[in-house]
């Protein structure tokens, strides 16, 4: 059964960082390419960023670019998300996702992926 389960959520202070953490089970992480989206409250679920099976490529929406990272460690199964210089619009359910490929073009919507978190709650304080 595959699992997928972030960590690392928070209430934190505008200009403050939180890292996101996304373990993986039963699947290969090495096999597929992994991303983070978020939803807010009313709004639709955004994609955030994305990262290809081997690190060797990243995607990141244009909202935080400069000032989210997302890397992975295949050998622990999991996925990272490095989020810096936050603001009050950053606050969101963060969910990680799996798309099975190895492959170098990464999906940018929700339909994209097939396996999906449980979601982790980010808090950004004014």
């Known amino acids: 059964q595959v699992q997928l389960v972030e960590s690392g959520g928070g209430l934190v202070q505008a200009g403050g960082s939180l890292r996101l953490s996304c373990a993986a089970s039963?699947?290969?992480?090495?096999?597929?390419?992994m991303g983070w989206f978020r939803q807010a409250p009313g709004k639709e679920r955004e994609f955030v960023t994305a990262?290809?099976?081997?690190?060797?490529?990243?995607y990141s929406a244009d909202s935080v670019k400069g000032r989210f990272i997302i890397s992975r460690d295949n050998a622990k199964n999991t996925v990272y998300l490095k989020m810096n210089s936050l603001n009050p619009e950053d606050t969101a359910v963060y969910y990680c996702a799996a798309r099975p490929s190895t492959l170098a073009t990464i999906p940018l919507t929700a339909q994209g992926y097939v396996y999906w978190g449980q979601g982790t709650q980010v808090t950004v304080s004014s």
């Open positions: 990262i290809t099976w081997d690190g060797g490529s990243t």
């Open positions: 039963g699947l290969l992480l090495s096999r597929y390419i």
